[in-house]
């Protein structure tokens, strides 16, 4: 299988092609982090790496485009956000070209499901398929919803794993009857006043439950008998990746490159109807011919 990733990130694609034991026999990857492509080559030195989307041409006997283009200008996180117009979310229109130039046999897109309506609809008429929405919290402990756009059926979404927050720590919570429990209300406020000019808001969750969406840069803080914030390994378990998969970079980095992630065990997910099936999907009409 030939397989093109574009804003490939940190090639969690990859991971999960392997994960579901899909002979791979080339994996190009376009992405210009120096950072993303430093994590890349350290876990998948077979990877030839293209660099810029804007640049790249036809890439003959594709079986495979994959890409989660950059959602900056789409999710509502963002005030005043220009959607597909943006400088960033605009590079969507780079993967529709490269879809119809490669023609490749199936796709996947991937962005947020906090788009609005408009930008949506847009997406879908581009692509001439409706979004599966698929939340990576049947799979892990993270909350992330995520719309795929993909030629690839999903047969109905996966069991609800009921994986939380306190089975993927690295460092387990220590309790004793000695120790009071904090008083979370009073460290919410104080938190919160020491970062009233911080662009994203503080949020703290309690390791019984989910953490919300892993952001790019933004440390996730979680409490049991303390406030921490959550470790690089912690971050890569929340997205399906390895321990130490992101191990090569500075900390900084390695919370900004798994906030921009694919969660593995989604795509995994998506992946499933694929391997042994080369036939079966070559006599439907795929949705290359229509475009």
């Keep these: 299988m030939q397989v093109l990733s574009l804003f490939d990130g940190i090639s969690c694609a990859l991971v999960a092609l392997k994960r579901n034991q899909i002979p791979v026999a080339k994996y190009y990857a376009c992405e210009i982090d120096k950072y993303a492509i430093q994590v890349s080559k350290a ?12 640049k790249l041409g036809v890439i003959p006997n594709l079986d495979l485009l994959i890409g989660g283009s950059p959602c900056v200008d789409l999710s509502i996180a963002k005030k005043n956000r220009e959607g597909l117009k943006g400088s ?15 023609k490749p046999k199936w796709f996947i897109l991937e962005n947020v499901n906090s788009m609005s309506r408009d930008d949506k609809a847009e997406i879908t008429k581009a692509l001439g398929i409706e979004p599966v929405m698929i939340n990576a919290s049947l799979v892990s402990a993270q909350c992330r919803k995520r719309l795929f756009w993909t030629n690839i059926p999903v047969n ?6 009921n994986i939380l927050l306190k089975d993927i720590l690295e460092v387990k919570p220590v309790s ?33 439950g989910k ?15 303390e406030i921490r914030t959550l470790t690089p390994i912690e971050c890569e378990r929340l997205q399906g990746l390895p321990d130490d998969y992101t191990k090569e970079i500075s900390n900084t980095q390695r919370y900004k490159c798994l906030g921009n992630a694919f969660n593995v065990d989604v795509i995994c997910v998506i992946l499933f109807n694929l391997p042994n099936k080369v036939g079966k999907f070559e006599n439907q009409d795929t949705h290359h011919q229509q475009l």
């Excluded at 229109?93 to 490269?98: A, L, S």
């Excluded at 000695?178 to 919410?188: L, S």
């Excluded at 953490?211 to 008998?225: Q, V």
């Design 88 to 102: 960033r979310s605009g590079l969507f229109w780079e993967y529709v070209r490269i879809l119809k130039e490669s």
């Design 156 to 161: 109905g979404l996966p069991e609800d794993r």
């Design 211 to 225: 953490i919300g969406t892993l952001t790019c840069g933004i440390k996730p803080r979680i409490y049991n008998n």
């Design 176 to 208: 004793s009857p000695q120790i009071a429990p904090i008083n979370i209300k009073h460290q919410i406020i104080r938190m919160k006043e020491f970062e009233k000019n911080s662009s994203q808001p503080n949020r703290i969750y309690s390791i019984e």
């Design 43 to 54: 876990n998948h030195p077979e990877i030839e790496h293209l660099g810029d989307v804007c």
